[in-house]
């Protein structure tokens, strides 16, 4: 299947990120992917799609660098040129980072890493960006379960995504009558390099996390990666300002 929708995916270097380029690639998306300071990696996850029979270009974004973004936008123009192309259809807002710790511990470094990244960024590249997306785009933001349920040392990153979400709707109402859709996808625990890979790797975090999931296990990047394609598919096409939790139930 092929499709004449291009998208870009922050952050694509690894994790959620890679998993999203996959599988909007395997549903005919052409994706163009950014990462901050890792070029081996993106090229990994760009040889991956093309290898599956996909069109995919890296780009360097740092979304706390906004400076940056109005070289970045003229770099996206370009590149979606090569593609003949004037517009991006879908912009996933996955590039992230967390930071975790007791209220005693969190230094204002701490906080305001968090939020310049996962907040100030993603508005920021959506304000840029808009004009690319106009008559028919579509945003997924990439928040998280913690926005619902709470867990001890999470608040900073918890804050910084349900303020993600809050954006997402707001965005969603003014961005409508320019045909633009905004929704936000909402892991749960995803066996993925985030936060040091502990939910991947640590299998004490894993057995207690599966445990408190209605599927009785942590998630993988690959589901995630297809919730975000099926969330931008034309089948969900009259969905905007929605939270969609990709989580198996977990903290129920």
């Given at each position: 299947?092929?499709?004449?929708?291009?998208?870009?995916?922050?952050?694509?270097?690894?994790?959620?990120?890679?998993?999203?380029?996959?599988?909007?690639?395997?549903?005919?998306?052409?994706?163009?992917?950014?990462?901050?300071?890792?070029?081996?990696?993106?090229?990994?996850?760009?040889?991956?799609?093309?290898?599956?029979?996909?069109?995919?270009?890296a780009l360097r974004l740092d979304i706390s660098d906004l400076a940056s973004?109005?070289?970045?936008?003229?770099?996206?123009?370009?590149?979606?040129?090569?593609?003949?192309?004037?517009?991006?259809?879908?912009?996933?807002?996955?590039?992230?980072?967390?930071?975790?710790?007791?209220?005693?511990?969190?230094?204002?470094?701490?906080?305001?890493?968090?939020?310049?990244?996962?907040?100030?960024?993603?508005?920021?590249?959506?304000?840029?960006?808009?004009?690319?997306?106009?008559?028919?785009?579509?945003?997924?933001?990439?928040?998280?379960?913690?926005?619902?349920?709470?867990?001890?040392?999470?608040?900073?990153?918890?804050?910084?995504?349900?303020?993600?979400?809050?954006?997402?709707?707001?965005l969603a109402v003014e961005l409508g009558p320019r045909g633009i859709r905004?929704?936000?996808?909402?892991?749960?625990?995803?066996?993925?390099?985030?936060?040091?890979?502990?939910?991947?790797?640590?299998?004490?975090?894993?057995?207690?996390?599966?445990?408190?999931?209605?599927?009785?296990?942590?998630?993988?990047?690959?589901?995630?990666?297809?919730?975000?394609?099926?969330?931008?598919?034309?089948?969900?096409?009259?969905?905007?300002?929605?939270?969609?939790e990709v989580s198996g139930g977990a903290f129920l």
């Open positions: 299947m092929t499709t004449d929708k291009i998208a870009l995916v922050t952050g694509a270097n690894r994790g959620l990120g890679r998993a999203a380029a996959r599988a909007l690639a395997a549903r005919g998306v052409r994706v163009l992917i950014t990462h901050r300071d890792d070029a081996a990696e993106a090229e990994k996850t760009v040889g991956e799609v093309r290898a599956a029979g996909g069109s995919a270009d973004f109005p070289s970045f936008t003229s770099t996206l123009r370009e590149r979606l040129e090569r593609w003949s192309a004037s517009r991006l259809d879908i912009l996933v807002n996955n590039a992230g980072v967390g930071v975790f710790g007791p209220l005693e511990n969190v230094t204002t470094d701490d906080f305001d890493t968090t939020m310049d990244v996962n907040v100030r960024g993603t508005f920021f590249l959506i304000q840029s960006l808009a004009p690319l997306l106009t008559g028919g785009g579509h945003i997924i933001n990439v928040s998280s379960s913690l926005t619902r349920h709470t867990s001890p040392a999470t608040s900073v990153y918890s804050a910084s995504k349900a303020a993600v979400e809050a954006l997402g709707r707001t905004v929704n936000s996808v909402a892991p749960g625990p995803t066996a993925t390099d985030f936060n040091g890979g502990a939910m991947r790797d640590d299998a004490e975090m894993r057995r207690g996390l599966a445990g408190q999931t209605a599927l009785g296990r942590v998630g993988e990047p690959e589901e995630i990666g297809d919730a975000i394609a099926t969330l931008a598919s034309d089948g969900l096409r009259w969905a905007t300002a929605q939270r969609v």
